[in-house]
């Protein structure tokens, strides 16, 4: 019999919402606790940019049981993503689970000698501790702002100007009859670059270290969802945990393979202009395909031409009278300068014994399965598994942690189980696929059905693949599938 648990579920996005509904439906009590007043993390409408969307396509950024409107567009902006969480929390209830407004201060092992944590909350003026014995870790990798400063900054701001993170520009106005400067190459640096244009700004400049990949939404006129997430293309990437056999045969497709990118590669340098631009990536694009792809917003191949945007290799050096100095030696015109510089992974609120234990020196996490650390029991993460369909993925490692904790995996891994795939993995990702440490090694883009393979095998699924062969080869996942997936799996309720 499966003990009821008390569970805090940290944070209500996606993942959030998702690890609530997947303890919830077990019998657990939940406690979920979100810091902003709303749900929806990065979604949350104060966080969000002027015209952000989503990088992936709507039936691929949804949970199984609940398909974004019809009437959405093929990729749904930010207000629309964020009424459909709402709707998803109502769906299921969800709210009642949930605490907003509140903070997770500090998490230590529970002093009385059970198993679990307590957890220092705090909502207002009010502060006080609590015990569970288990917690959702569900902030995911866009909680905590990186900020950064240059020499000169606090100058430039008292003479008048703006510095600010990408997520704090959220009205164009402050952009007419300005010089806008951006320092990253990111989909959200590239997505406020032709904002800024647009909405009557005087320059606009992207400065950024170097040259990547972009995938357009389409390629070739072809929606790249029918391209790139699908298994035939993702067999193509040099995986994990290659037998004999399996290298093999990798061998005798290397040239064929070789080809495939290649043939890409000269599709979206011509289609993308980027020679012209001189955007050319040095990497090969099977080498840096992951999580940091950037898709190409939509006018941003025009707002080059026009020359209303203009890309600089290169970073900030420091705030000057005459404007912003770059690292090239250029002096460019500013009085705003917009930081897309990212977030910073992590979980402040644990102890730095345990952290310890969670994040090797090179930043690397050690983590099975994108979700535990042997080394930290009755805690996992949600939404740590960063891809490029975040939603099923969330609740996909939502499933399949609840019964880790529960002890009802079919596979339910041992100690020296969970450390011998982690140093695997680890491997894998410095020798064999340096761009897989992205995120701190918790992407896992692009191989998205070999990790859910390997979620559903835990979990016991008689059913992983769709009957079709050749739909399952050639064609995305499709949420509604998984569903049916996870319904396949033992059932079982807590009491």
Request: aromatic letters at 10%; hydrophobic letters at 35%.
């Amino acid at each position: 019999m499966t003990k009821r648990k008390k569970v805090a579920v940290i944070g209500g996005g996606v993942s959030g919402l998702a690890a609530a509904k997947a303890f919830d439906e077990k019998g657990h009590r939940v406690c979920g606790f979100e810091r902003s007043h709303d749900f929806g993390g990065v979604w949350e409408l104060s966080r969000s940019y002027p015209g952000v969307q989503t990088q992936s396509p709507k039936d691929l950024y949804c949970y199984t049981d609940h398909p974004m409107p019809n009437d959405y567009p093929e990729w749904p902006k930010g207000a629309q993503v964020h009424a459909y969480l709402h709707s998803y929390a109502e769906k299921h209830n969800l709210a009642r689970l949930f605490q907003l407004n509140t903070s997770v201060k500090t998490m230590n092992r529970r002093a009385d000698g059970e198993a679990g944590w307590t957890l220092t909350l705090q909502a207002g003026s009010h502060k006080w501790t609590e015990d569970f014995d288990f917690v959702s870790v569900c902030t995911g990798q866009f909680s905590e702002k990186n900020i950064i400063t240059h020499p000169g900054q606090d100058d430039f701001i008292a003479r008048g100007g703006s510095v600010m993170h990408s997520s704090e520009y959220t009205n164009p106005a402050i952009c007419v009859g300005k010089d806008v400067v951006i320092l990253g190459g990111s989909k959200s640096a590239t997505d406020i670059a032709v904002n800024a244009a647009q909405n009557g700004a005087r320059s606009v400049r992207m400065v950024y270290l170097e040259n990547v990949w972009r995938v357009p939404y389409f390629i070739g006129g072809i929606n790249f969802k029918r391209l790139l997430y699908i298994r035939a293309q993702e067999q193509q990437f040099n995986g994990w945990g290659k037998n004999a056999i399996v290298r093999v045969i990798t061998a005798a497709f290397k040239p064929l393979v070789w080809a495939n990118f290649r043939g890409l590669e000269a599709l979206l340098k011509f289609q993308l202009k980027l020679k012209k631009h001189n955007m050319v990536p040095k990497k090969p694009i099977e080498q840096e395909i992951s999580c940091s792809v950037p898709i190409v917003t939509p006018n941003l191949i025009a707002c080059l031409d026009n020359g209303s945007i203009k890309p600089v290799l290169g970073t900030f050096e420091s705030y000057t009278n005459e404007g912003l100095k770059l690292s090239n030696g250029e002096t460019v015109p500013c009085d705003i300068a917009i930081l897309a510089v990212g977030w910073k992974l992590g979980v402040p609120y644990l102890p730095q014994e345990y952290q310890e234990k969670l994040i090797e020196d090179d930043k690397q996490y050690r983590v099975y399965r994108l979700a535990v650390n042997p080394d930290l029991p009755e805690m996992g993460f949600v939404g740590f598994n960063s891809s490029f369909c975040t939603v099923l993925s969330a609740e996909m490692i939502a499933n399949w942690l609840v019964r880790y904790a529960d002890g009802q995996l079919k596979n339910q891994p041992t100690t020296d189980d969970m450390n011998k795939n982690i140093d695997m993995m680890l491997n894998w990702k410095r020798n064999e696929r340096p761009a897989a440490q992205i995120y701190g090694g918790l992407c896992s883009a692009p191989f998205h059905f070999r990790h859910f393979d390997e979620l559903l095998a835990d979990m016991g699924a008689t059913k992983s693949k769709r009957d079709n062969p050749l739909a399952e080869q050639f064609s995305y996942p499709n949420a509604a599938a998984y569903g049916t997936y996870l319904a396949s799996t033992p059932q079982y309720q807590a009491s």
